[in-house]
């Protein structure tokens, strides 16, 4: 189950990015988190309004699958897009365009050309006195290898890779997946 959108049952949720209650019977973004207590999914609420800011990818993903009405669904794309715009990815891995061109392929060795798709993997870096981890960063297509290793990996670089557009995530798919 990903994230989704339902009417509040009760009045007692607080919004996630705003601390302030969700009345009962408004629209609410549920965002899907990891639950280790008990089966099944857990979520966290936003109110739509704040999730466009704080969690513009998850909300896009759940309003596409919301068959329901949406008072001000014109409003929230918009917001959307604007914060999409403006989002960084954070959580390893995900795939982005390299704002530089400064990175260099794991796998080929190649630079990685500024605005090149790259999947950034988490790595060990070994400094000589420790190993520290760090982003690893790698050509879509070179990327297949992890994808052996982590059957996982396109699985979590989609739900990672929140500064990039539908598109782009499908050309990165395609590599990973590709013969
Ligand atoms: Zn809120
Ligand atoms: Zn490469």
């Given at each position: ?151 996982d990996?396109l699985e979590k670089?989609r739900q ?20």
């Amino acid at each position: 189950m990903p994230h989704t959108i339902e009417e509040a049952k009760s009045g007692r949720a607080a919004c996630r990015t705003c601390k302030e209650k969700i009345e009962k019977g408004v629209l609410r973004f549920g965002e899907e988190v990891p639950n280790q207590f008990a089966e099944g999914p857990s979520y966290q609420w936003h109110h739509l309004a704040c999730a466009a800011k704080k969690k513009p990818a998850q909300l896009e993903q759940a309003l596409g699958a919301f068959a329901g009405d949406v008072p001000d669904r014109a409003a929230l794309e918009q917001a959307i897009a604007e914060h999409k715009g403006k989002a960084r990815a954070t959580t390893l891995p995900y795939a982005e365009k390299a704002p530089t061109g400064h990175s260099r392929c794991m796998v080929c060795e190649e630079p990685i050309a500024k605005g090149e798709l790259r999947v950034a993997v988490e790595r060990e870096v070994d400094t000589g006195s420790f190993v520290s981890r760090g982003a690893g960063y790698l050509h879509p297509a070179c990327a297949k290898e992890h994808a052996e290793a982590d059957p996982d990996l396109l699985e979590k670089v989609r739900q990672n890779s929140v500064s990039l557009a539908p598109a782009d995530l499908e050309a990165v798919a395609a590599a990973l997946d590709g013969e």
